[in-house]
């Protein structure tokens, strides 16, 4: 088969590296890709989001399946674009409809769905500019800290958590009335703040049958401690060593059947990957959110634990017949540390040449924001490279990472030192 797999992060890395291991994949093109997809498939220079461009594409090269890494084509409607079009019809997209998407594209139409299927999420209210005062009156009835939430898409930055009832009142005011997520936030959700410790859960879903994929837990924050700012991920362990029997049970029960079961009530096409972000609150699991592909880096630790063919997989997906198929994983703890550009999440530099990377032993090198440039592999995000490492625990495996990561080096080169940390 000839795949195409759209995005250019860490995630697309680890998914091509996974593929490629097919033998049913024969040829794969990534758009746009990075330097770490490029030594190992075809780099294509396509606007994701450009659906026109990548059908002229998919026809030239006879494209056999398309697989979607990132939210804003699915939130854009690529499942439906090929669906709907006679000359891309045969193309399998994973990934789920653009009604689907909305479950990451609408943080109100997500919380309508769980209360809808009874599963168990946080209590909210919902509001808009018309309503921003009656929103101010419903944090007076809340208990500090106030969860604000942009309804939207706001590239992981549009929840504030709020201590103070004064500022949290501002910043609903500046989301709803002065745009501070752009259209994002002309809708606000207002959560009840839970208290607990968070962890993902990931399902491959054919629409009608799912697997549930190993857990992970990433880390947010940029500072060491959880502290500072939110960015996209700083690193990630799988499994998870608090997700026992008990709570996975929990979780399959409770979450996983009734969100496909919803799904199938609503007729909502769905043949793709749904990341739920879940709180453990005392050993009961919540919803805090929904996303409709897989997370990163928890990809880079989710999928090299799985010993199954994924393109076997995928086309099982495609075909509804994932009941078919077994779900192999691997027993062993997967780390992954991610290296990123000083600076970072803020304003940060690109261009410096990395070295080192020959050097890395018994890790797996997962290229995020990197190209090639006269031959030579250079930084070109904030994210940099992930390194994955495997160990008959989390810390063993962690250890191997950072012992990697010393032989790195680019300008202003930054990682988490305290991955797993709360996990002891
Ligand atoms: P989200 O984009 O919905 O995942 O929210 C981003 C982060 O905010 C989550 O990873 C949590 O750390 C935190 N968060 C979101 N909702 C809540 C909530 N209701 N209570 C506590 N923390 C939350
Ligand atoms: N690491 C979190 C995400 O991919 O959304």
């Known amino acids: 088969m000839t795949i195409l797999l759209l995005g250019s992060g860490g995630r697309e890395h680890a998914l091509a590296w996974k593929m490629l291991q097919s033998p049913k994949c024969s040829k794969l093109f990534v758009a746009p890709g990075n330097a770490g997809t490029a030594s190992i ?3 294509v220079a396509l606007n994701i989001t450009d659906f026109e461009a990548i059908k002229t594409f998919a026809i030239q090269e ?3 399946l398309v697989v979607v890494g990132p939210e804003d084509p699915l939130v854009l409607g690529i499942y439906d674009f090929f669906k709907s079009d006679a000359a891309l019809n045969h193309i399998p997209v994973i990934g789920p409809s653009k009604v689907g998407a909305q479950l990451e594209g609408s943080k109100e139409f997500a919380k309508e769905f769980l209360v809808k299927n009874n599963i168990p999420t946080a209590a909210y ?14 944090l007076e009835t809340l208990q500090p800290p106030f969860v604000l939430k942009a309804d939207g ?10 201590q103070d009832l ?5 910043e609903l005011r500046n989301m709803l009335l002065h745009q501070k997520f752009g259209s994002a936030s002309s809708k606000v959700v207002i959560e009840e703040f839970l208290d607990g410790i968070e962890l993902s859960c990931f399902v491959l879903t054919d629409g009608k049958n799912y697997k549930i994929l190993p857990t992970a837990k990433d880390y947010k924050r940029i500072g ?28 399959e029960t409770r979450i996983v059947k009734p969100t496909i079961a919803g799904l199938q009530k609503d007729n909502i096409e769905y043949k793709g990957f749904v990341f739920i972000g879940l709180i453990n609150v005392k050993g009961e699991p919540i919803v805090i959110e929904y996303n409709v592909r897989m997370g990163d880096p928890e990809t880079e630790v ?15 997906v495609a075909n509804q017949t994932l009941d078919q198929v077994s779900l192999e994983i691997d027993e062993r703890s997967a780390t992954t540390i991610m290296v990123v550009s000083g600076g970072y999440p803020e304003d940060y530099d690109k261009g410096f040449e990395i070295t080192g ?4 032993q018994d890790s797996i090198v997962f290229h995020a924001g990197t190209k090639l440039e006269n031959n030579k592999v250079v930084t070109n995000g904030g994210r940099v490279i992930a390194i994955t490492s495997f160990g008959d625990n989390f810390q063993e495996a962690i250890k191997k990472s950072y012992q990697n990561i010393e032989k790195l080096h680019f300008d202003k080169m930054y990682c988490r030192k305290d991955i797993g940390f709360d996990l002891l």
């Open 41 to 43: 498939a075809k780099n």
């Open 357 to 360: 990377l020959e050097k890395i």
């Open 153 to 162: 898409l706001a590239a992981g930055k549009g929840v504030l958590i709020i």
């Open 224 to 251: 060491e401690g959880d502290t500072g700012l939110n960015t996209g991920g700083m690193g990630a362990v799988s499994p998870v060593p608090f997700a026992d029997a008990v709570l996975l049970e929990k979780i």
């Open 125 to 138: 209210a919902s509001f808009t500019k018309e309503t921003v005062e009656k929103g101010c009156d419903f």
């Open 62 to 64: 006879k494209i056999d």
């Open 166 to 170: 004064e500022e949290a009142k501002t």
């Open 302 to 316: 989710v999928i090299p634990r799985l010993k199954s063919d994924l393109v076997e997989l995928f086309q099982a």
